[in-house]
């Protein structure tokens, strides 16, 4: 495959964006399974953010392309061969991953409207209505996006230049793949989708890991990917879970209890399967000096914002303080890693607990520098559950950088989650 033709041509109708309802990660069909059965009739908005505000999107990325892509998502339905696979694939050890009923409701969704607005250089891109419904658009959406600004930094760039890009781009990562060949040990998994080029060039980048680390390698949290190219699919849960959680708690005792209440939901839905911690949605430290005593026997812990190593040290020390070895634990990096961060990190804790890396947008969107004027850079756009029947949420993070929501609110989280001194962090991706 010419992924430099491809662009050049910019056929629409043989590359659209999105291509596939499976065309997202594998966390957001688990917690939509999740939130399917614990929370059907919750309803909420998520938005559209972009933490870099320099990057004016509705100056670089034309409004009627954006809606031609955003509708073509909404006639997307999931192909029989698509829902063979999640029927009756092997997760995790697990067939049948995704109980019938779910399957049904799965298999009937077309994504429901969106809102789209222009204001002041950027896009309002917003969803609202039932939690599980709505919560499919966020990966789309930024995938929509990030492609469309691509296209856009691209436009004037002929076909000769589109391959020597590509070629370039292509060297990039497979010269970082063959530093990732020096580790030992590693466990390493593309999580790029979300802020990726582009669809064609995430799977070039999956089939370069395939083929470059070998067992090293786990598998991509894109599950059309992981369909394609018949490896894991790979994905747990995010914060998005413990946020709508916390804005439906009635009193501070419930908010306080919530992120906890997500957990027992997703242990009762899971049967002992996918038992990774996310602490970091209201802080680490707090969250972990609370936690019930049944949380210390799960199989490991996500470090997503804060200092990573500093993350992995507060996770040790607590599996030490409950007795057990965090040698037999695992923790996974996936907050803005390159081999840098990742070669440094795997040294540090060697030999102290399992470690695993999410790598994602310096993966499948690393083209620094090979376009003039800073066209690609990655930058930092996210979408976000902003309110549940109603209410604001809240995200504080570990990272004060990445907090988000209403200034009261924040406070009141602050408080009840006992949130002291916090360093700032840039946020790149």
């Known amino acids: 495959m010419d992924i430099a033709k491809r662009v050049y041509d910019h056929q629409w109708k043989i590359d659209p964006i999105i291509r596939s309802l499976i065309d997202t990660d594998f966390y957001k069909l688990l917690m939509a399974q999740s939130v399917f059965r614990n929370r059907p009739d919750t309803r909420v908005e998520f938005s559209l953010i972009n933490r870099t505000k320099r990057i004016r999107l509705a100056e670089l990325i034309d ?24 029927r009756g694939n092997m997760f995790y050890g697990k067939r049948a991953m995704f109980r019938p009923d779910f399957m049904a409701w799965f298999e009937g969704l077309r994504l429901p409207p969106y809102h789209l607005e222009r204001r002041d250089g950027q896009y309002e891109l917003s969803f609202e209505g039932t939690w599980h419904e709505v919560m499919m658009w966020e990966i789309p959406a930024l995938a929509i996006i990030m492609e469309l600004r691509s296209r856009a930094a691209l436009a004037h760039m002929g ?11 292509l060297t990039r990562v497979w010269e970082k793949i063959e530093r990732l060949r020096r580790i030992e040990p590693l466990s390493v998994a593309d999580f790029g989708t979300r802020r990726r080029h582009g669809f064609l060039w995430q799977d070039r980048c999956v089939q370069a890991m395939i083929e470059g680390l070998g067992t090293k390698f786990t598998g991509t949290s894109n599950c059309l990917i992981a369909m394609k ?62 936690a019930p005593d049944w949380l210390v026997n799960w199989t490991g ?34 907050d803005g890693l390159d081999v840098d961060k990742i070669e440094e990190l795997s040294q540090q804790f060697k030999g102290r607990v399992k ?47 990445k907090a988000m929501g209403p200034k009261d609110e924040i406070a009141r989280y602050k408080r009840v989650f006992d949130l002291g001194a916090q360093e700032s962090l840039d946020v790149l991706v």
């Not at 490896?231 to 804005?247: D, S």
């Not at 957990?263 to 996310?278: C, S, T, V, Y």
């Not at 470090?303 to 040698?327: C, F, L, M, V, Y």
């Open 355 to 401: 470690v695993g890396f999410g790598w994602g947008t310096l993966l499948t969107n690393d083209f620094r520098g090979l376009v003039p004027d800073a066209g690609l850079e990655p930058f930092s756009l996210v979408c976000k559950a902003v309110s549940a029947d109603g209410k604001p949420t809240v995200k504080l993070s570990d990272n004060p950088n």
């Open 159 to 169: 076909r000769f230049e589109l391959q020597v890009l590509y070629a370039r781009a």
């Open 229 to 290: 190219r018949e490896v894991e699919a790979i994905g747990t849960n995010a914060h998005e879970l413990p946020m709508v959680y916390a804005a439906l708690a009635d009193n501070d005792t419930e908010l306080a209890h919530a992120p906890y209440k997500v957990l027992a939901d997703w242990q009762e839905e899971h049967e002992g399967n996918l038992l990774i911690i996310l602490p970091d949605t209201y802080g680490t430290k707090g969250f972990l000096d609370n």
């Open 301 to 334: 812990m996500r470090i997503d914002s804060g200092d990573p190593a500093t993350g992995a040290e507060t996770a040790i020390r607590w599996w030490q303080d409950k007795g057990q070895d965090p040698r037999h634990k695992l923790v996974i990096f996936s």
């Open 63 to 86: 409004e009627g392309e954006l809606r031609e892509q955003l509708d073509h998502v909404r006639s997307l339905s999931l192909s029989r061969g698509e829902s063979t696979w999640l």
